[in-house]
């Protein structure tokens, strides 16, 4: 049983019965599931940060010893068959969304606005103004 600390903004996507994915620094390679058990209905403020315990019930593993530091990944939301992109391709002026879309013809980009889904840190689900097989241009950070 691992217990865990989400902000506010976190911890109202998460609710029992929910699938985890938790790995270990020191077991590299290896993965872990879990289940939510709880969400704390109370929370705990430190620092004008209002903060919720999660419990996670995780499957038994004889490597995993008491006061590992444990990275988990609480699956809130599960799609299939969408179009997503990678979330450095998104640009956003006066709240709305565009990707630079590549004209193979003329080999130049130009902005296309497009509606965005969920996201998930590294990616981006794109509901409309984008089909699949269109080529972007992506920054890159090197």
Known sequence: MKFLHFDEIDAVKIKQGMPANITFDSLPGKMCKGIVEK????????????TYDVTILMEQNNEVKTGMNANVEIITDRR????????????????????????EKNNKTYLREIQIGIKNG???????GL?????I??????
């Not at 590294?122 to 409309?128: A, L, T």
């Open 80 to 103: 299939e068959g969408i179009l997503i992109v990678p979330l450095s391709a998104i640009v956003k002026k006066e709240n709305k969304y565009y990707i630079n879309v590549i004209d």
């Open 122 to 128: 590294e990616f981006v689900e794109v509901i409309n």
């Open 39 to 50: 969400v704390a209905d109370i929370g705990k403020k430190n620092n004008d940060v209002t």
């Open 131 to 135: 089909k699949e097989g269109e080529k």
């Open 137 to 142: 241009a992506v920054k890159s950070n090197i």
